[in-house]
């Protein structure tokens, strides 16, 4: 942009110069100006928007000039040359809208370049005084050396000037236009074009943004329902979009995942399912037996331990099996509950009546307290979840363990707490893992299988619930159960006996 302004600058600076060359004899000389001449006054007319100059170097072509340059061995007779161009040039002036007292000054190596350049011209961008007390303005500028046969014209040494009919010399000629009014035009160009540029930005920002937001809809659809599904609810499928599109294709081969994933995870819960029971009948058989000899015949003393180490394996295998049947039927959703109220301080303190004989055999302190918090689930289930979380502690070790039941965010939290060993935080999710068991109880006789976290964590699921574990190496640990309070009818005081 800038530089096509330019370019039509120079083109109207070359016009002007045309039109100015048969003017400018016409124009007094600098040192003989009149303020109010009038030949200056018309011309200013014709050229109101320029600065214009005009200056003689008689008996000069460019050719002589090219000679004596070359000539000029040393810069002190270069320096001599110029003085005397600079001598003519200044005697001969005539210029129009420039301060006589400050004309357009050219140096020697603009001057140099001037009288090398092939075409005899120059452009230039240079401040130029318009008029006395007026600060100098920047202008594009034009300046031609042009030889020129006019006797008339010819100023300087006249003495010299043996034909006038035969004068010869050059011409220079400045033609000079303010710059300010382009700079302004480029300067509100630039504004304007800032100003579109922010505006298709936003616009562009905008619409990119509703435009991907539509665009990504479907996407979000496919990746919500994709986060619901899990283990409980294979049989669920992401939605999938018409848009004919990735993502379409996307959601399809989502889909057939699921699919598959659904098929394995069936093959696998059948098969445990299906051994579980056919396990039953041998084990039931085996412990029948071996209880049967024990009765009924007279072992030696080293016979009956035998038996009794089978009879209690045989016991192990049993609860194993049963754990292993109740994860198959809760991995398939066909845990049945039956949700009735329940009482939770009333329901913690049968607990520790249940197990009390377990801890005092180990002398540990079990106690329940805690809020009497009304909730809904089933009882029997919970009860499986809260003897398994208060075994473990004792299995640990634990001499004290406390159960503990409050409200929390309009849920029941059940809690045991114990005083045992502790675990790693780096294990607290992993024990929920099936048969996944710490170093330590695997080594010890009571160790069980390792299911019964998972087994609670699927009762608890089952009651819309969460289940975890809280833990410090040495200070014991607490286990949490919150379960929603759910659907308990609103007892009356009357109704309390
Ligand atoms: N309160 C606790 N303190 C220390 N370790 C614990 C505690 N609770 C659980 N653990 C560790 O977590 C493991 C897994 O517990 P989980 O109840 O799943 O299995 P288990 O008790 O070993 O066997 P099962 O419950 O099937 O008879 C335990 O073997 C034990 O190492
Ligand atoms: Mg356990």
């Known amino acids: 942009m800038r530089v096509s302004l330019i370019g039509s600058i120079d083109r109207d600076l070359n016009s002007t110069y045309e039109q100015f060359v048969p003017v400018a004899p016409r124009l007094p000389l600098d040192s003989q100006v009149n303020p109010l001449d009038e030949a200056k006054l018309a ?80 452009t230039l961008n240079r401040s130029v005084a318009v008029a006395a007390n007026v600060q100098p303005t920047l202008m594009r500028l034009l300046v031609l050396l042009v030889p020129f046969q006019a006797p008339e014209l010819t100023v300087g040494e006249p003495a010299k000037l043996q034909d006038p009919a035969t004068a010869v010399g050059l011409r220079l000629v400045y033609v000079g236009r303010n710059l300010s009014t382009v700079q302004h035009l480029l300067d509100q160009l630039k504004n304007v074009m800032l100003l579109l540029f922010g505006v298709g930005l936003v616009t562009a920002g905008t619409g990119a943004y509703a435009l991907a937001g539509q665009a990504l809809q479907p996407l979000r659809r496919v990746q919500r329902a994709a986060e619901r599904i899990g283990g409980q609810n294979l049989t669920d499928r ?111 303190s049968d607990i520790t009546r249940e197990l009390a004989p377990l801890a005092q055999a180990q002398q540990t302190t079990l106690t329940a307290v805690g809020e009497d ?52 935080a780096d294990q607290l999710e992993r024990l929920f893992d099936r048969f996944y068991r710490l170093e330590d109880s695997r080594s010890r006789d009571q160790g069980g299988a390792g299911l019964g976290l ?44």
Not at 380 to 405: C, E, P, Y
């Open 454 to 497: 998972s087994i609670a964590r699927g009762i608890v699921d089952a009651h819309g619930g969460r289940i975890w574990l809280e833990s410090e190496s040495g200070q014991g640990t607490t286990a949490h159960v919150q379960l929603p309070i759910g659907n308990v009818p609103v007892l009356d005081e009357d109704d309390v006996p």
């Open 43 to 122: 011309t200013r007319y014709s050229f109101s928007n320029y600065s214009l100059a005009v200056e003689e170097l008689t008996f000069y072509s460019q050719q002589s000039l090219l000679d004596e340059l070359a000539a000029a061995n040393t810069p002190q007779q270069k320096d001599q040359l110029f003085l005397s161009i600079d001598a003519l040039r200044q005697a001969t002036r005539r210029s129009l809208a420039v301060d006589t007292q400050r004309p357009i000054e050219l140096s020697q190596a603009e001057l140099e370049r001037l009288i090398n350049s092939p075409d005899g011209r120059l």
């Open 238 to 348: 992401v939605p999938v979009p018409t848009t004919g599109d990735e993502v379409e294709s996307l959601a399809r081969a989502l889909n057939a995942m699921l699919g598959r994933l659904e098929g394995s995870f069936e093959a696998q819960r059948r098969f445990t399912s299906d051994a579980s029971h056919e396990l039953r009948t041998p084990v039931t058989a085996i412990s029948g037996h071996a209880g049967y000899l024990l009765r009924r015949t007279n072992p030696t003393g080293q016979q009956a331990e035998s038996l009794r180490i089978i009879q209690s394996e045989s016991a192990r295998l049993t609860n194993l099996i049963a754990s292993l049947l109740q994860l198959a039927r809760s991995d398939s959703g066909a845990l049945v509950l039956s949700r009735q109220p329940i009482l939770a301080a009333l329901f913690l």
């Open 373 to 424: 918090v009304t909730f809904e689930g089933d009882p029997d289930r919970l009860k499986q979840v809260m003897i398994n979380l208060v075994s473990n502690a004792l299995k640990a070790g634990a001499q004290t363990i406390t159960l503990r039941s409050a409200q929390v965010a309009g849920e029941v939290r059940l809690s045991v707490q114990d005083n045992g060993p502790g675990i790693p």
